[in-house]
């Protein structure tokens, strides 16, 4: 389960824990977009923003028992580099990242994260 952080408090107590902590930094304006067929408004996977496409699958891993080593966290920005981006935390120092919305790098990073 991806447990939300609201707070620099609720960050830091996540950072102080013996889990490796996995961090999707996410915002609300990256999300779902539609366009117009015909009369008909149909949402299609090519008008989706990145973070919207990735999101479901941050939450799937988050609760394989394969990742149970692991905390998933999300953070709302308002402002990065790119969107969306993923981070591992350990012992308070970031220790991977990943960016972008590849399902493929995001299954390899969360098995290079519960190998930490």
């Known amino acids: 389960m991806v447990k939300q952080i609201k707070s620099t408090a609720e960050w830091e107590e996540h950072m102080d824990g013996s889990k490796t902590v996995v961090v999707d930094f996410t915002a609300t304006w990256c999300g779902p977009k539609a366009t117009t067929r015909h009369v008909h408004l149909v949402p299609t996977f090519s008008t989706l923003m990145p973070c919207c496409m990735i999101g479901p699958v941050f939450e799937e891993l988050s609760t394989n028992d394969k990742y149970a080593v692991l905390e998933?966290?999300?953070?709302?920005?308002?402002?990065?580099?790119?969107?969306?981006?993923?981070?591992?935390?350990?012992?308070?120092?970031?220790?991977?990242?990943?960016?972008?919305?590849?399902?493929?790098k995001l299954i390899t990073f969360c098995n290079e994260a519960a190998a930490l």
Do not use: I, N, R
Not at 74 to 100: H, I, N, R, S, Y
């Open 72 to 104: 998933f966290v999300k953070v709302d920005v308002d402002e990065l580099a790119a969107m969306p981006t993923f981070q591992a935390w350990k012992d308070g120092k970031m220790v991977l990242e990943v960016v972008g919305a590849s399902k493929e």
